[in-house]
């Protein structure tokens, strides 16, 4: 049998069958020996060995289209990353920290501003022109109205997407109302991944629909951008390479400091946002100072 693995604990993981079972497996001893080691969505090969208790045993990984380091993932095809319009304010830094670091892995981010009904459009428009003008698509909902939820599901349909955001969002209503009638059997995860539900800190993938999985992802708050260069970050910010032919140091400008800075220019004619800019200085330093530790 074919399946996804939707969780790894204490040494089990379990594989969604695409249809409604989950069954916890154990990996055979030769990816260890191998040094393989299974990840959320991995697309792997099972056999049952108990129908009844639903377990069974991995016998191998099928090809990866792609393997994430943060979180530890597989197959991952897209993002959506959630905030609030308002009630709480957006945290836009933190927004530009995850843009980056999924730019960082190679994967594209839809942003996703819930709880229009709190707020006039004209917010709306000035997030709409930062980051469409930054080059991510913007999707405007209403969980509490009910508002946007069937474009979000025809976005997600047949991909695996990795569904994050910080509390009080409301990504929770949302993905309780993308996926309804819960089409992945949860009563069926054996007692060891219900006792593991509350402290493990690990991805989980969620079946909205035949071959649609939201990825939940922990540790969202609190994100660090070990993997680039200070030096780097300027090409993690899509909007800057229109205006870096204007730099007067051409390839070596980081647009911090320098005099005559093509993007720096831009940002004061109001071409560039102020508040993307702001973070860019911020992620900057802070790429700087953790570079002499």
Do not use: W
């Not at 001893?29 to 060995?49: A, Q, S, Y």
């Not at 933190?94 to 006039?120: A, G, S, Y």
Request: charged share 25%; proline share 4%; with cysteine.
């Amino acid at each position: 049998m074919t399946g996804k693995i939707i969780k790894g604990i204490a040494g089990f993981y379990y594989v969604h069958d695409r249809n409604s079972r989950v069954y916890a497996c154990k990996a055979k001893g030769i990816f260890r020996n191998r040094g393989i080691k299974p990840v959320v969505g991995d697309d792997v090969e099972f056999t049952v060995l108990d129908e009844a208790a639903l377990e069974g045993n991995i016998d191998q990984i099928l090809p990866r289209k792609n393997v994430l380091v943060r979180p530890a993932s597989a197959n991952v095809d897209q993002a959506l990353v959630v905030f609030a319009i308002t009630q709480p304010e957006p945290n836009l830094n933190l927004l530009d920290r995850f843009l980056v670091m999924m730019m960082v892995q190679e994967i594209p981010v839809t942003i996703c501003f819930n709880k229009i009904d709190l707020l006039d459009g004209e917010q709306q428009e000035n997030y709409r022109r930062i980051y469409e003008k930054a080059g991510y698509p913007v999707m405007f909902v209403s969980t509490y109205e009910d508002c946007g939820i069937e474009a979000v599901r025809s976005f997600l349909r047949g991909k695996t997407t990795i569904l994050a955001g910080p509390s009080g969002v409301g990504k929770s209503s949302l993905t309780n109302l993308l996926q309804p009638e819960a089409e992945m059997e949860t009563g069926s995860i054996s007692e060891k991944i219900q006792r593991g539900k509350h402290t493990t800190r690990h991805a989980e993938l969620f079946c909205v629909e035949t071959d649609t999985y939201l990825m939940d992802t922990p540790g969202f708050s609190s994100m660090h951008l070990e993997e680039i260069e200070a030096g780097e970050l300027k090409y993690y910010f899509p909007e800057f390479g229109n205006y870096e032919s204007e730099c007067r140091f051409l390839a070596d400008c980081v647009h911090v400091g320098e005099p005559v800075c093509g993007v720096k220019a831009a940002v004061a004619r109001g071409e560039i946002s102020q508040s993307r800019y702001d973070n860019y200085l911020l992620l900057y330093q802070d790429l700087k100072e953790r570079r002499k530790y």
